[in-house]
């Protein structure tokens, strides 16, 4: 019943921000070194809020076999919510707590400097309204590797810059796939 005019206007993103070529290997190193990344390990990185619907703790509770799979993996989570105090529990409890830092919320101005020590973007996320952060580690040459979501439908193109799981074994297969050839990534990077 509404007789106004309704146009869709887009959440507005300036995407060059987080393009890989505005961040020094220095900038990466220092702030790989910030987020207790040790030297030559590849980054399963997480942005966003630390809630329930979010689902990260899927992914920590099956960090334990993956890193026995990829020992040369660190996951790093950034933000604050509800549930940070759980995923350190959880991690400790999981013996994981050195592979996975939980490093809390960073200043949006420097956002960009975060996602661009990420090697892949991962997400158990059951809820998106805008996916935002998807967005945002692809513009950044982060391939996602998320579940699936009917939000995330032109944005994460099957073997294209990513893929979407249905399953934790396609998680894991999907992970440990990509993490195995360096040719994947850097073609799923460029894209």
């Not at 007789?3 to 220095?26: C, D, K, Q, T």
């Amino acid at each position: 019943g509404v007789e106004a005019p309704i146009e869709v206007i887009p959440s507005g993103m300036e995407l060059r921000r987080f393009y890989p070529e505005n961040h020094s290997p220095e900038e990466i190193s220092e702030t790989r070194a910030e987020c207790g990344v040790p030297e030559g390990k590849r980054v399963l990185l997480n942005i966003g809020r630390l809630a329930r619907e979010k689902n990260i703790e899927q992914i920590l509770r099956i960090f334990p076999e993956l890193h026995r799979h990829c020992p040369d993996v660190h996951m790093v989570i950034i933000g604050e919510g509800p549930l940070k105090e759980q995923l350190q529990i959880q991690s400790r409890e999981l013996g994981v707590e050195d592979w996975v830092s939980i490093v809390g919320a960073k200043p949006w101005e420097k956002i960009d400097r975060y996602y661009a020590i990420g090697d892949v973007f991962v997400s158990a996320s059951h809820s998106e309204t805008q996916g935002l952060t998807y967005i945002e580690a692809l513009a950044a040459g982060v391939p996602a590797l998320c579940r699936a979501d009917l939000c995330l439908e032109g944005v994460i193109l099957e073997g294209e810059n990513g893929w979407q799981y249905h399953s934790t074994a396609e998680f894991r297969q999907r992970l440990e796939e990509f993490l195995a050839s360096p040719e994947t990534h850097e073609a799923l990077k460029r894209r």
